[in-house]
């Protein structure tokens, strides 16, 4: 019987039919000061931002949600680095507002009643007037991936949206050097201490960027407000969608070149992807075979990096090549986020699916003609060939005993005189 792994358990969110995905609301906690009562509790955010992730299909059921927020404290740490730029504040039950699925119809409800635990997390409370702050909003996206990671080995998700709730005023226009160069203006560290806290910062968005990229799918203002010489700005939601930048395949990712051919076996053929190698940049997570022929649909499923090996019986091999498809969900090991589960049934991984008909291999014959039925197979004997190979060997035995007893017969025969009656002659003495 065919070594198969059946999908016993439960399986997670990630590794399911419907893609989910990890939704991360994240709070500029240094906005400008007209914005400032925003973060307070009593505020109408939170019911906005529930709405416009409802309105916009962001959160659904079995989906994850990650409460963030970010600016940057040169004052902090004696600015020496990012550990306090991206924090998860605690809601009013004391646990951190990370990796929660709380209900679809007001997913911030969980801290309406907390909502000033964004600003004291950041400390805009205690800092005073002029101080070395600043939101660095250049910077958000890729300090709040490896913020976020999930710890939990259960914390995956298929997708990763970052939903920005920011005046998004860019203190160098979007540059990491005038971003920089704003904050240490207002700053008494040393120049070699400002020149190591830009060169990591400058060393992390790379080796973000070389793995992800960042695509804004969605903004819409909840608020304006207007610097003292009039010029308006707006109080915003940004929606940022993060992407991998490799594209998976399976053929490369599990080192296969094309599906594997029906071996025969007792009762049919076997289908093997039993040891799959694994390119070290994803973790093998699930995989699923589904075999199609006629009316007749399997599918069988492995979990935790294990192969398939499947056997198809004659009725379903036979009526006509049966179509297979393998699915393959793998972790990306990017070494940051960690937590992005890529899934075949999205439509951004086309790669993770191949399909195709399969085709018997040309069995082994006798003498290269006859068939071994399975009425002449012995249990003991796993495989196809090595039983032709018995029976070969086992028929040329006895052929050859049978051709020398008849040879030994023939010429016992040819040897031996037999008088006939006629050369037999009778006198009387």
């Not at 590794?15 to 009562?37: C, F, G, M, Q």
């Not at 507002?97 to 635990?117: C, E, F, H, Y």
């Not at 009725?315 to 090549?321: D, E, F, P, T, V």
Request: charged letters at 20%; proline letters at 6%; hydrophobic letters at 40%.
């Amino acid at each position: 019987m065919a070594a198969l792994w059946l999908c016993a358990l439960p399986v997670h969110g990630q590794l399911s039919h419907e893609p989910n995905r990890h939704i991360v609301v994240l709070i500029d906690a240094d906005p400008a000061i007209t914005y400032r009562h925003l973060l307070d509790n009593g505020s109408s955010l939170p019911a906005q931002i529930s709405t416009f992730l409802k309105d916009h299909g962001l959160y659904k059921e079995g989906d994850f949600l990650t409460v963030a927020s970010y600016s940057f404290n040169l004052a902090e740490n004696g600015g020496r680095n990012f550990n306090t730029f991206v924090t998860i504040p605690k809601g009013f039950d004391g646990k951190p507002l990370a990796w929660i699925q709380p209900k679809r119809s007001n997913p911030l409800g969980v801290m309406a009643t907390d909502w000033a635990s964004i600003s004291d997390g950041q400390h805009i409370a205690k800092q005073p007037a002029g101080a070395a702050r600043g939101s660095l909003n250049s910077m958000r996206l890729f300090f709040t991936m490896k913020a976020v990671s999930g710890a939990d080995p259960n914390h995956e998700a298929n997708s990763l949206y970052i939903v920005t709730i920011s005046d998004d005023l860019h203190q160098g226009n979007d540059n990491i050097a005038g971003e920089f160069r704003t904050l240490f203006s207002i700053s008494d560290m040393s120049k070699p201490s400002k020149t190591k806290l830009e060169n990591e910062a400058r060393r992390f968005s790379g080796e973000v960027k070389r793995n992800f990229s960042f695509i804004d799918s969605d903004t819409k203002v909840i608020a304006t407000g207007a610097f003292t010489n009039g010029t308006a700005f707006p109080y915003q939601i940004k929606v940022t969608e993060v992407r991998p930048t490799r594209e998976p395949s399976i053929q490369n990712i599990l080192h296969l070149p094309a599906m594997p051919e029906l071996k025969r076996v007792r009762g049919g053929y076997s289908l093997n992807i039993k040891d799959p190698q694994v390119d070290s940049t994803y973790t093998l997570e699930k995989l699923e075979l589904t075999l199609v022929s006629g009316r007749d649909t399997t599918t069988h499923t492995a979990l935790g990096g294990k192969g398939l090996e499947v056997t198809i019986p004659f009725s379903m091999a036979s009526a006509r090549q049966p179509e297979a498809t393998l699915r393959a969900w793998v972790r990306l090991n990017d070494g940051i986020y960690n937590s992005l589960v890529l899934s075949p049934y999205s439509d951004d991984n086309p790669g993770l699916v191949m399909s195709q008909r399969l085709m018997p291999r040309e069995e082994a014959k006798i003498f290269g003609v006859l068939k071994v039925s399975d009425a002449f197979w012995p249990p003991f004997i796993k495989s196809y060939d090595t039983l032709v190979t018995i029976y070969t060997i086992l028929l040329t035995f006895i052929l050859t005993i049978a051709i020398l007893v008849f040879g030994y017969i023939a010429l016992k025969k040819i040897g031996t005189y037999e008088p006939k009656d006629k050369d037999i002659r009778l006198r009387h003495l």
